[in-house]
């Protein structure tokens, strides 16, 4: 599947379920493990849990496939792994602590040119 075409049904499917702070980052140029990485925020266990659930069926419904999946049984982050992109569903507290927007991007500009990226797909 077109990577365009699965960002967009992973941002929807985060949409649809009220998932807050959604954020796209582009990571081509820094591995060649995964295209994008995709984070949002779930106020509760059972809302991050939905969030996580809700990409997995949007994208099997598409036609794609999802490699694997972990941290459902906690729901305070679980990550899903659609191969060219990975999803990471958090709560507040836990998307704060390990702050991976930092770690995939290490500069504001970087930042900046990602979300512009990402807007404009």
Do not use: C
């Not at 379920?17 to 493990?33: A, F, Q, R, W, Y």
């Amino acid at each position: 599947m077109d990577i365009r075409k699965l960002q967009k049904i992973v941002v929807s499917a985060l949409e649809d379920i009220k998932g807050k702070d959604i954020e796209v980052i582009n990571t081509t140029k820094l591995t060649s493990m995964f295209d994008r990485i995709v984070i949002a925020t779930g106020d509760s266990n059972r809302q991050v849990k939905a969030l996580a659930n809700n990409v997995q069926e949007k994208i099997k419904e598409a036609g794609g496939e999802v490699v694997s999946t972990e941290g459902e049984d906690s729901g305070e982050w679980v990550l899903v792994d659609l191969g060219d992109i990975v999803v990471h569903v958090m709560q507040p507290s836990v998307r704060q602590y390990y702050n991976l927007e930092e770690l995939w991007q290490t500069t504001p500009a970087q930042r900046r040119k990602a979300a512009e990226q990402a807007r404009e797909e």
